[in-house]
T-cell receptor, first 115, second 114 residues
């Protein structure tokens, strides 16, 4: 079963507008969530993370929101730039359950920012 | 600080052969994890090493193995290669083994099995 899901395979936004990427999870043991940006044939680049003790974390143009009761997180990019065009992955890990730093990834959302 | 490095970047092998991939973590990082990315299965966890010991393993057959050295460098090995092993293999490192660590990824090794 897919424990981390990104239901939108693609998203297209206009330059300067907000991009909102969504992610849902099912495993209650997850308590650390990360967003990565990825280009083809390259490794994922870390963007931002959030611990389950918080509901929001900001870093420049990137903000991640966590709704624990809904098991949902979202990444907001404001303003969106053409260079943000890439595949974005949501990932989760847990400090409980003895799984170490093992990341469970969503399927990714391809973001296209049009000039 | 230098990032995670992986060698080789590209590799072509034939079915039945074996392959060894190498990963050097960020300096000071002691946890190294390996992931496989394929179009059909996405990004999947292979295993994690910390202090030269395998701490976690994903759902992959025993043909996939790894090790970590005292300097935290890691290698993964795939024996008896199958066509389905064609993938991007990613290594990631993090400071500790806590479950709330950010993992930083290397550029990956693209393996093609013919």
């Amino acid at each position: 079963d897919q424990q981390v899901k990104q239901n939108s395979p693609s998203l297209s936004v206009q330059e300067g507008r907000i991009s909102i990427l969504n992610c849902d999870y099912t495993n209650s043991m997850f308590d650390y969530f990360l967003w990565y940006k990825k280009y083809p044939a390259e490794g994922p680049t870390f963007l931002i993370s959030i611990s389950s003790i918080k509901d929001k974390n900001e870093d420049g143009r990137f903000t991640v929101f966590l709704n624990k009761s809904a098991k949902h997180l979202s990444l907001h990019i404001v303003p969106s730039q053409p260079g943000d065009s890439a595949v974005y992955f949501c990932a989760a890990s847990g400090s409980r359950g003895g799984k170490g730093n093992m990341l469970t990834f969503g399927g990714g959302t391809r973001l296209m920012v049009k000039p | 600080k230098a990032g995670v490095t992986q060698t080789p970047r590209y590799l072509i092998k034939t079915r039945g052969q074996q392959v060894t991939l190498s990963c050097s973590p960020i300096s000071g990082h002691r946890s190294v994890s390996w992931y496989q990315q394929t179009p059909g299965q996405g990004l999947q966890f292979l295993f994690e090493y910390f202090s030269e010991t395998q701490r976690n393993k994903g759902n992959f057959p025993g043909r996939f193995s790894g090790r970590q050295f005292s300097n935290s460098r890691s290698e993964m090995n795939v024996s008896t290669l199958e066509l389905g092993d064609s993938a991007l293999y990613l290594c990631a490192s993090s400071l500790r083994l806590s479950g709330q660590e950010t993992q930083y990824f290397g550029p990956g090794t693209r393996l093609l099995v013919l």
